[in-house]
């Protein structure tokens, strides 16, 4: 009897020991919301002006998630759960908008230039900090502006900082399916647990929500682009619902993908013409039931007659007939068609490059007003590295978004470490050069009358919601990128480092070091000097440059590299496909010439022997190699780097970490030696003397197989 007695009391002490090991270890849950304890002296100091917080006016569901979050984020990094008394001398945090200033302050405190988005943080000294803004929403942005600024070191003295969003729409872009699985997904399965919906709720989406308004996301697609037309029926529309209902505080829209046949699909009608007028009154009607039941409801994506999917072409319309008769469906409800320029036709032999320029910019000005067309960063597809969209500027009749791609379907997915924020801020601070100097991919957007931005999400259910550690940080730099388009990937970084694993200087210096070489790490050991989509089929897992015999001729690497005995690239000038000339005069003349492209651009625009002489006093055969050296010796740096943080980490994430840089570092070996096989037999060249031999020879990398890879359709 003792025993037993003895042997519950073990059991129980080791499932407590167990239960708060789980509970204070660091999983990645919390993202860069941990308010984490500051250093004593500077809690001391919180705790007493942040004693209080003050919230004057109606309760709505928006100011009360601000204060919730404060009183959150306070409790947490000061220790102290603050009061919410109705008002407070000193020790406060007031939230307040014109019509709630209190009596003592009227005529005192300037909304000027906030809009309806922005804040203002404002020290008034007497221990008294101001969040001020025009609306709840901004009061909830000042709310996590003011808890970045504390968890970032700043403090409460002196405070006056005002901010507002440069973009109307800041948007992310699920890819998610209705069975839960996320195409190009590698964080698990969809977060939308479809099947409880609309019953169950899971806490995540407020948790999601949260981190969104933390950055200003205001909008978000909740289903792949590659849609089901059942995504449309009343039982769907009703989860969509759900999500919009959890949502709707934190400032964030709803829209969904359309996919173009639904109504013929569907069995309503017998086409899907977008002129046949049983097919507008169905999409009218459609808008008419989704308001009914989302009243906010932002709009539709819509991805036609790209790769397989329906659209108004099929019926011998025009992209613009298809967008616009969506648009009047949405326009009496204030909605918008956010319609894609990623399109490429099996029956177009141009350069698949030219595609989407040829076929939208003869259509500028046709578009209606509440429809913006949705430009991917480069004219291929998210590669690690592609010069901007011909379109961007060039439709200057149209609204143009930006779309982004944070889920890292060619960049190592969540397993390599590769910080995004540079390749961002090299695309948005290009300079498009149209309509003059100085018109940069971020002023064009920021001055479109629907101006907006999209980021493929890399949303899914995994603990860390992202799949890994570091690949938060692609979720928030897109986010404050949105917000602020002309921002900067370094400072965004630093803060994410600090937010998000220690605000010791040290450890952000070299965590913002490992991120900000990253991403050009990844374009060394994948795709260096302008190549691009060497990856395998389908999956886009590793290295396939010798893949050659796939239906498409531009689903094959072999279609982007063009290399052979004679030399390696792909000529996009006036002797080979010519797509320099869709860019502006000077950026065509820049890139058509063999002697001014950017060297990271050089395979991209030309075709180049490969005993030429490069710059570098190097030839184009042995700065591959270079590049090929560089990624790999660059993650070694990376590993070496984060060894050294390893007291610094909490142990479940440094552990986490230094497992995915041991497997990038693997993978990058494996690019190099795959890629150096394969260029080293079509060209005929040994590589150079000193350089380490590929570990097996090319047929072995050829026969790899990897059915069961992530997130492939
Ligand atoms: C490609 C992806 C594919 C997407 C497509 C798109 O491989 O899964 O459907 O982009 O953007 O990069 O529509």
């Known amino acids: 009897m003792a025993n037993r007695t003895l042997r519950s009391l073990v059991f129980l002490l080791v499932m407590a020991a167990g239960l708060s090991a789980r509970v204070f270890a660091e999983d990645g849950y919390d993202l860069w919301l941990r308010y984490q304890p500051l250093a004593a002296p500077v809690q001391a100091e919180l705790r007493q002006a942040a004693a209080h917080i003050v919230a004057p006016g109606a309760r709505t569901p928006t100011l009360q998630a601000a204060v919730d979050e404060l009183v959150r984020g306070i409790g947490g990094l000061a220790r102290q759960v603050p009061a919410i008394p109705e008002s407070a001398e000193s020790g406060a945090i007031l939230l307040v908008k014109p019509d709630t200033l209190p009596g003592n ?86 977060i939308w647990d479809w099947w409880k919906l609309p019953d169950h709720l899971d806490a995540r989406y407020t948790d999601y929500a949260r981190a969104n308004a933390s950055v200003g996301i205001n909008g978000t697609v909740l289903n792949n682009v590659n849609a089901k037309a059942e995504m449309l029926t009343p039982r769907w529309i009703e989860k969509a619902a759900a999500v919009a209902d959890v949502l709707r505080p934190y400032g964030i829209r709803v829209y969904l ?49 790209s790769e397989g999917q329906p659209g108004p072409q099929d019926y011998g319309r025009s992209h613009a007939d298809g967008a616009n008769m969506l648009a009047a469906a949405l326009k009496p409800h204030g909605g918008i068609v956010l319609w894609r320029a990623f399109v490429y036709s099996e029956t177009d032999a141009t350069d698949r490059a030219k595609q989407a320029y040829a076929e939208f910019k003869p259509l500028d000005g046709q578009f209606a007003d509440n429809v913006t067309v949705q430009v991917k960063n480069g004219p291929i597809d998210f590669q690690p590295r592609e010069p901007i969209h011909p379109l961007f500027g060039a439709m200057p009749e149209t609204s143009v978004t930006a779309e982004f791609q944070i889920t890292k379907e ?32 971020a002023k064009l957007l920021m001055a479109e009358p629907l101006s907006g931005i999209a980021g493929v999400a890399n949303i899914g259910s995994d603990r860390n919601w992202s ?56 374009v060394d050991y994948m795709t260096p000097m302008g190549l691009a989509h060497l990856m395998g089929t389908g999956h886009h897992y ?94 070694g740096t990376m590993r070496r780097t984060w060894a050294g943080l390893e007291v610094r980490v909490d142990p479940a994430r440094f552990r986490d970490v230094s497992d995915f840089l041991a497997i ?34 090319l047929s072995w990398y050829q026969a790899q197989q990897f059915p069961y890879a992530p997130g492939h359709p």
């Open 410 to 441: 060619y960049l190592g997915f969540a397993t390599h470490l590769a910080y995004l924020g540079p390749m961002y801020e090299e695309v948005l601070k290009t300079d498009t050069f149209r309509g003059g100097e100085g018109q940069t991919v």
């Open 105 to 190: 302050l009227k005529g005192k405190v300037s909304f000027d230039g906030l809009g309806q988005e922005g804040y203002r943080l404002l020290s008034l000294g007497g221990a008294q900090t101001l969040i001020a803004a025009n609306s709840d929403i901004g009061l909830l942005y000042g709310s996590f502006a003011l808890l970045r600024h504390l968890q970032t070191g700043g403090g409460l003295q002196g405070l006056d900082i005002s901010d507002s969003p440069r973009l109307q729409r800041r948007m992310l872009n699920h890819w998610d399916n209705p069975d839960r699985t996320v195409e190009r997904g590698y964080a698990g399965q969809s």
């Open 542 to 635: 590793g290295p396939a440059p010798w893949v050659n015999d796939l239906a498409r001729p531009e689903w094959n690497p072999a279609y982007y590299h063009r290399a052979d005995a004679g030399g390696i690239g792909f000529d996009r000038t006036a002797t080979g496909s010519n797509a320099a000339v869709q860019y502006a005069a000077p950026h065509a003349a820049l890139y058509g010439n063999r002697q001014t492209v950017p060297p990271e651009l050089l395979l991209w625009f030309h075709r180049a022997g490969w005993d030429e002489a490069l710059p570098s006093g190097r030839t184009v055969w042995a700065e591959l190699v270079y590049h090929y050296d560089r990624g790999v010796a660059a993650v």
């Open 467 to 522: 799949g890994s550690h570091f690949d938060q940080a692609n979720w928030y730099t897109f986010g404050r990128l949105a917000w602020s388009p002309e921002g900067s990937a370094a400072d965004i970084a630093r803060e994410w480092a600090a937010m998000t694993f220690s605000r010791d200087r040290e450890v952000i210096d070299k965590i913002t070091g490992m991120m900000m070489a990253s991403r050009e790490a990844v």
């Open 664 to 697: 990038q570092e693997q993978e990058a070996i494996w690019w190099r030696d795959a890629c150096l096989a394969y260029f080293a037999a079509v060209s005929g060249r040994a590589l150079p003397p000193g350089t380490r031999l590929p570990a097996h020879p």
């Open 257 to 305: 993908s359309a996919r173009f046949s639904a109504p013929f699909e569907l069995g309503a009608t017998a086409t899907a013409d977008p002129l046949d007028p049983a097919v507008r009154d169905w999409w009218a009607k459609k808008a008419d039931e989704i308001y009914a039941t989302i009243p906010d409801f932002g709009g539709f994506l819509v991805k036609a007659n």
